[in-house]
Structures are given as structure tokens and as C-alpha cells.
């Protein structure tokens, strides 16, 4: 089992797909909006919730008795997103992501998964890669949008999986934690190749040497390293029908279900009794219609789940 901090954790999209591999658990939420907290509170009562990334420490965390296998979390896309001022990572908000970097320095977890929107591919992408590898990970990443697996609307996405370049895919954390603790901040001036970046950047991947430095000054990739996610894989997803549908009605807001498509879809059981739509008038109509416009898909974070346990030689558990 996989011990998950859920970073920028929002209503729980990210967990919720991967607890339902049965191979991750989360053991702690980072999330500062009061309504998306009151979410995982409810149902995640035992699991803790810090209130902002930006005082979140690997010290903090230990204190706590927490120690993490992967870190993953959708950081801020209002300054990368086309609809935004376009100040990328060095905006206030999407600059958000060099402390979940720092997060992950502090605490070089195993495996970790960003996503954003399809803009960071030529609105910090490369920041975002090079600041991996200068911790010493490997990288590839794919624009998944949710109907690839069955969602009725496009929300396109960019989804980048890590691990460590030295020692393996299984190698914990504990010595480079010894060995390195580098600058988040100054780490996108480190070291990276980015690789292979296909069909202008839908999909590609970047390594680095075992030590750390630039393993080519060329753009290239290691052919004898498998990838984490195929296309296989997601078209595997698509076909499959993974839970049937993608997500609740966003109440008609751009990336959401139209309202008349809400009204004709039964609720799924693991919905409860939420509706599809959120109409006027609707307790907490706004929190509601913010918090489902900012979640993730959880299927694509439980597709990417299902790959790690492959690559991890684990046992993918159906959740009951």
C-alpha cells in the first residue's frame, strides 16, 4: 500500500481515484478553501488536512508520525490558463507549485503526479521538468483529456508522473533525502533534458543521469526505460468505460455538462443523492460550482494509479 499526500487537494479527485486502485492510501490532504476542506473532512474524517502548502514541511509532517510514498496534486492554473493574465509560474497563484516542489524536495517521495491545464505546455513546462530533474527525478507527461475515458466534455489536461532517475523506479527516498536537500526556489535553473516531446508536446518524457547532471545536451530519451502511461493504456480506459461517466454536472460552466444533459443521467450510487445540477438557490451553490469546476477527473489519477502499481510489480486491488 502506497501512503499519498494529496496536495491542493480540493474536493478529493485525486484520492478518490487512486484508493480505488486498493493499492494507495492517502494519509494527509493539503487544502485551503474552507468548503473543499469540509468535503474531505466528511469523507475523510481520520485523514489530517493542513491548511497551506506554503507552511507544509517535511518536518511538520514527521512530527505527525506521516511519511509518504507519493506526493500529487493539481497546482493552481489561473495564471497559466489561457483565460487567466497569462503570468505563468511566476504568478501568486500557479507559483504555487515551487512550494509543493520544495514539498517534495523535503521529502523525496517515490512517485509524483501533477496535473494542470493544457496551457503549461508552453507556460512553464519546462520549469516545471527542469525543477524535477534538478531533484533528481525522471518524468514524462500526457495531455488526458477527460473524454479519453468516457467523460461527455473535453477538459483537456497536462498529467506528469515522476520518479526517481537513479536507483530505479522502487528506490525509497532515504538516501538522496541524506544526500541532497537542493534549493526548490533555484531548481529550475537545474538540470534537465526534455524529451522526446511528441505531436508538440501531447506527450513526451525527461531524464536525467543517475548523479543528477544533464545526461545529453541534445534532446533525447532513454529507449530502455519503459514508460509509466502508454496510449494503450488510455485507450484501454476509454473502451473500458472506467465507472461509466467522468463526473457530476458542473451546473453548466465552461468544461461542465450541459444543464440539459444533466436532467436526462441517473446518479450513480457512489454519488449519493447530490444532484446533477446545482440550481439557483442550491445550499453552498457557489463553493459547489467552484469546487467541481477545480477537481480533477478522478478516473484519469486512478488510471495513472493502476501504471505505478505495475511498475511498482504490485497487485492491483479492484476497491469493493
Not at 522502487?170 to 524529451?195: F, K, N, T
Not at 445540477?277 to 495513472?304: D, F, H, T, W
Request: aromatic residues 6%.
Amino acid at each position: 500500500m502506497l501512503s499519498v499526500l494529496d496536495l491542493f487537494s480540493g474536493i478529493g479527485g485525486f484520492s478518490l481515484g487512486l484508493e480505488r486502485t486498493g493499492g494507495f492510501k492517502t494519509v494527509a490532504f493539503c487544502e485551503i478553501e474552507p468548503f473543499p476542506r469540509a468535503v474531505l473532512a466528511k469523507h475523510w474524517p481520520e485523514v489530517p488536512c493542513y491548511d497551506d502548502v506554503r507552511t507544509l514541511t517535511a518536518e511538520r509532517l514527521a512530527a505527525d508520525g506521516i511519511s509518504v510514498d507519493v506526493i500529487c496534486g493539481g497546482f493552481p492554473c489561473q495564471d497559466i490558463s489561457v483565460a487567466g493574465r497569462g503570468a505563468g509560474l511566476g504568478g501568486a497563484r500557479s507559483g504555487l507549485w515551487f512550494d509543493m516542489l520544495r514539498v517534495i524536495a523535503e521529502t523525496q517521495p517515490r512517485w509524483v503526479v501533477a496535473e494542470n491545464v493544457s496551457a503549461l505546455r508552453t507556460r512553464g513546462l519546462d520549469i516545471v521538468l527542469r525543477g524535477l530533474a534538478a531533484l533528481g527525478y525522471d518524468a514524462e507527461w500526457h495531455c488526458i483529456p477527460a473524454g479519453a475515458i468516457g467523460a461527455a466534455h473535453q477538459r483537456d489536461r497536462v498529467w506528469i508522473v515522476a520518479h526517481p532517475a537513479s536507483g530505479g523506479r522502487r528506490e525509497h527516498g532515504d538516501e538522496r533525502r541524506q544526500a541532497r536537500h537542493p534549493q526548490a526556489r533555484q531548481s529550475a535553473d537545474g538540470c534537465a533534458v526534455l524529451a522526446n516531446a511528441e505531436r508538440g508536446g501531447h506527450e513526451g518524457r525527461s531524464t536525467v543521469s543517475p548523479d543528477g547532471e544533464d545526461a545529453s545536451p541534445a534532446l533525447s530519451c532513454d529507449p530502455a526505460r519503459s514508460q509509466v502511461i502508454s496510449a494503450s493504456d488510455i485507450r484501454d480506459a476509454a473502451a473500458q468505460r472506467i465507472w461509466g461517466r467522468a463526473q457530476p454536472g458542473l451546473g453548466g460552466e465552461a468544461n461542465g455538462l450541459s444543464r440539459w444533459m444533466d436532467g436526462t443521467r441517473p446518479v450513480e450510487a457512489w454519488e449519493g443523492n447530490t444532484p446533477r445540477v446545482v440550481p439557483p438557490g442550491y445550499p453552498n451553490r457557489r463553493p459547489r460550482l467552484k469546487a467541481l469546476g477545480n477537481s480533477v477527473v478522478p478516473q484519469i489519477p486512478e488510471l495513472i494509479g493502476r501504471a505505478i502499481l505495475r511498475a511498482e510489480g504490485l497487485e492491483a486491488l479492484h476497491a469493493a
